[in-house]
């Protein structure tokens, strides 16, 4: 199956191709990745610049593992552009993670159900 929004060849190679801890480490960011996008929006509402910092930290070692350089990059380029231009500013660009955030939930999901 080809993957649009990832690459799970990180995650083959951190865990050497056993396919149960692939699956297990898909599953738990399944689980966890929606608090850590709900800290973002949180954040970036609240003006919170120490909260949206911290969810851009804990969110680009995610998008790495799952080999999702789209998500990496806007992430990286959200963290610039708050520390230049304050948190509101980012405000169009969350969005464009966000919805990125659910087409790879979906494609996940999808890959998992078919392990």
Known sequence: ??????????????FKGDRARISEWIE???????GYFKRLEDGLRANDAEGFAAAL???????????APKLLE???QIGEKAGNKGTPACSEAVQQVLELARQIEMELRDHASKL
């Open 1 to 14: 199956m080809t993957l649009r929004h990832t690459d799970l060849s990180t995650l083959n190679n951190l």
């Open 28 to 34: 738990l960011y399944l689980e966890e990745a929606p």
């Open 57 to 67: 930290h804990d969110l680009r070692p995610q998008a790495h593992y799952l080999g």
């Open 74 to 76: 806007l992430l990286l």
